[in-house]
């Protein structure tokens, strides 16, 4: 089965045939006047399959490496970010055990202070303590 396209590219115009083999393998070829008159694509198209494919993996590469840089850069910021929380969390941490400790030294203070209260309450009945009208014996 073959495909026809007209490709136009500016000013530029080119035809290509498209060939599918049996297998499903793409066969281009493109007639020999196209582009002729055109000194850029003329380069481009009198280049071969081997050098088509070292570009395009030459393109490739590239991309590769700045995807690469581009992911190291988010890496460094995210190990940055990450050390970041971290120091913050571990202030955090010493500022609970902190507030922890001040409130179990609270607790204690008032349970020893209601022990007190009760004690005295219970001596001032002994003696006779009247609150509002009422004796407390």
Not at 14 to 41: M, N, Q, W, Y
Not at 66 to 76: G, Q, S, V
Not at 94 to 115: V, W
């Amino acid at each position: 089965m073959a495909h026809s396209f007209t490709r136009r590219d500016s000013s530029r115009e080119f035809k290509r045939v498209v060939l599918v083999v049996g297998s499903g393998a793409l066969i281009s070829d493109t007639f020999k006047d196209c582009g002729l008159h055109d000194p850029e694509l003329k380069e481009e198209m009198e280049k071969d399959n081997a050098d088509l494919l070292a570009e395009e993996l030459h393109l490739h590469e590239i991309v590769a490496n700045e995807t690469l840089e581009h992911t190291r850069t988010l890496m460094k910021v995210a190990m940055r970010t990450s050390s970041q929380f971290q120091r913050e969390a571990e202030r955090c941490n010493a500022r609970m055990e902190t507030c922890e400790g001040a409130r179990e030294r609270a607790e204690r203070l008032l349970t020893e202070e209601r022990k007190l209260s009760d004690l005295w309450e219970k001596r001032a009945r002994q003696l006779g303590w009247i609150q509002d009208g009422r004796v407390y014996t």
